[in-house]
C-alpha cells in the first residue's frame, strides 16, 4: 500500500504564505495523478488542485486559482502545493491524495490518503 505524507501545515497571517509537501512511501505504483483537497471544519472535503504524472497538467478549483500552485517532483516521488495570498477562508486540514488508475475527470477516484496538515490562517 502507497503512503503520504503531508507536511509544511502552520499558523499564518492573513496574505502570508505556506508550503506543503506530500511525499509517497511504501510499495510504488504507476499512478496516474496527484492532488491536494481540503476540508474545514464542519464543512465537506473540498478539491484544491491536482497534477498529473506525465504532461503535466494542472487543474485548480476557482476558490485558488493565481494563489496557490501544484508541483510535483517524479523522482522524489514528492508532490507540493506553494500558497500565497492566503486568506482565513483557506483554513482546514489540507490532504494529499494519489490516484491509482487513469480517469478523464481530475476531480475524483483517488485511491490513497494522507493523514492531513492544518492550515490555519488568521485575519
Known amino acids: 500500500q502507497v503512503r503520504l505524507v503531508e507536511a509544511g501545515g502552520g499558523l499564518v497571517q492573513a496574505g502570508g504564505s505556506l508550503r506543503l509537501s506530500c511525499a509517497a512511501s511504501?510499495?510504488?505504483?504507476?499512478?496516474?495523478?496527484m492532488g491536494w483537497f481540503r476540508q474545514a471544519p464542519g464543512k465537506e472535503r473540498e478539491f484544491v488542485a491536482t497534477i498529473r504524472r506525465s504532461g503535466p497538467s494542472t487543474t485548480y478549483a476557482d476558490s485558488v486559482k493565481g494563489r496557490f500552485t501544484i508541483s510535483r517532483d517524479n523522482a522524489l516521488n514528492t508532490v507540493y502545493l506553494q500558497m500565497n495570498s492566503l486568506k482565513p477562508e483557506d483554513t482546514a486540514v489540507y490532504y494529499c491524495a494519489a490516484r491509482k488508475n487513469w480517469r478523464p475527470s481530475p476531480y475524483s477516484g483517488y485511491d490513497y490518503w494522507g493523514q492531513g496538515t492544518q492550515v490555519t490562517v488568521s485575519s
Open positions: 511504501g510499495r510504488t505504483f504507476s499512478g496516474d495523478a
